[in-house]
């Protein structure tokens, strides 16, 4: 079974496994640290249009058998030039088999297609899966990393992003089942995962 990328919206409910499962990690992890639903909260701080082309965000959902098995997002950070990530998800029957890696590299080259040169992150100081992730992939952490992660609330990460030579799109425009699914009335954007 091969996996495949489709470009949508927040909206869409092919993500709503992504917005149930963050809903909960936030929830579990850092409970005490918000009022009660507080996770839920958080996954409703950003409007949906704000992960959309039109906004200088996008959103991606990585599909295997037409589920949604990992995702993320983007949307403009401080400068037409800079891109924040968001809900860079794995679902958990996947995890450790290297999808938020390829969620990652496809947020990275999509955030170069669309015109960004560097890309901006927090990650929350209960998620040493993502600080590795993010490490492992270039990202330079913005925190004294030898204080212990729970000395910040967020932990913010940079990365300059390089084009690479040779290396095209196999991103195909495909009409979504219905425009309402997009939640935006636009066409998803489908790329074969390698």
């Known amino acids: 079974m091969s996996d495949s990328f489709i470009y949508t919206s927040p909206a869409d409910p092919l993500a709503r496994p992504l917005i149930d499962e963050l809903s909960h990690e936030y929830e579990s992890r850092y409970g005490e640290f918000?009022?009660?639903e507080g996770g839920?909260?958080?996954m409703e701080?950003?409007?949906?249009?704000l992960f959309t082309p039109e906004h200088g965000g996008s959103f991606v959902l990585l599909l295997r058998g037409g589920q949604a098995i990992g995702g993320g997002a983007f949307k403009r950070?401080?400068?037409a030039h800079t891109a924040e990530l968001k809900r860079v998800w794995t679902h958990s029957a996947h995890r450790r088999h290297g999808v938020?890696?390829?969620?990652?590299l496809e947020l990275e080259a999509q955030a170069l297609r669309q015109g960004y040169a560097?890309?901006?992150l927090t990650t929350g100081f209960r998620q040493p899966e993502a600080v590795?992730?993010?490490?492992?992939h270039g990202y330079t952490a913005l925190f004294?990393?030898?204080l212990p992660h729970e000395t910040y609330r967020h932990l913010p990460f940079e990365k300059t992003l390089r084009a690479v030579e040779g290396l095209e799109s196999t991103a195909t425009l495909t009409a979504p089942a219905t425009p309402q699914a997009l939640g935006v009335g636009r066409a998803a954007v489908v790329a074969q995962a390698a």
Do not use: F, I, M, N
């Open 77 to 79: 950070h401080s400068d």
């Open 118 to 120: 560097r890309l901006y």
């Open 132 to 136: 590795g992730l993010y490490l492992g």
């Open 45 to 49: 701080k950003y409007p949906p249009e």
């Open 34 to 36: 918000y009022d009660r």
């Open 100 to 104: 938020a890696a390829k969620v990652l």
């Open 40 to 42: 839920q909260r958080e």
């Open 144 to 146: 004294d990393t030898s």
